[in-house]
């Protein structure tokens, strides 16, 4: 059975950072893809960051690009998103999932976390 769990999140000031964390279980880590998403209170869910198996290819959504890090441990089995430079349009449940392949489209990953919520005061 496939989990994915994810943590660090919380509340935090505007310009503040957090290390979202997602430990996977009951795959074969380094063979999938792993993407975090977002989503805010009634609005759709939206692609942040995606990173494939041997960390060689890396995507971010333009709104995250210079302020925003994934990376994966291997060894470990996650995936975590440094988030620095936090604006209060920042505030969502991130949610971590798991691919095959590294994409940008939600509706491909095979397997999704609970989420974890950031909140950004101003």
């Known amino acids: 059975q496939v989990q994915l769990v994810e943590s660090g999140g919380g509340l935090v000031q505007a310009g503040g950072s957090l290390r979202l964390s997602c430990a996977a279980s009951g795959l074969s880590f380094r063979n999938y893809a792993m993407g975090w998403f977002r989503q805010a209170p009634g609005k759709e869910r939206d692609f942040v960051a995606a990173i494939s198996g041997d960390s060689d290819t890396i995507y971010y959504a333009e709104s995250v690009k210079g302020r925003f890090t994934i990376s994966r441990d291997n060894a470990k089995n996650t995936v975590y998103l440094q988030v620095n430079s936090l604006k209060p349009e920042d505030t969502a449940i991130y949610s971590c999932?798991?691919?095959?392949?590294?994409?940008?489209?939600?509706?491909?990953?095979?397997?999704w976390g609970q989420g974890t919520q950031v909140t950004v005061s101003s």
């Open positions: 999932a798991a691919n095959r392949w590294t994409s940008m489209v939600g509706r491909l990953y095979d397997y």
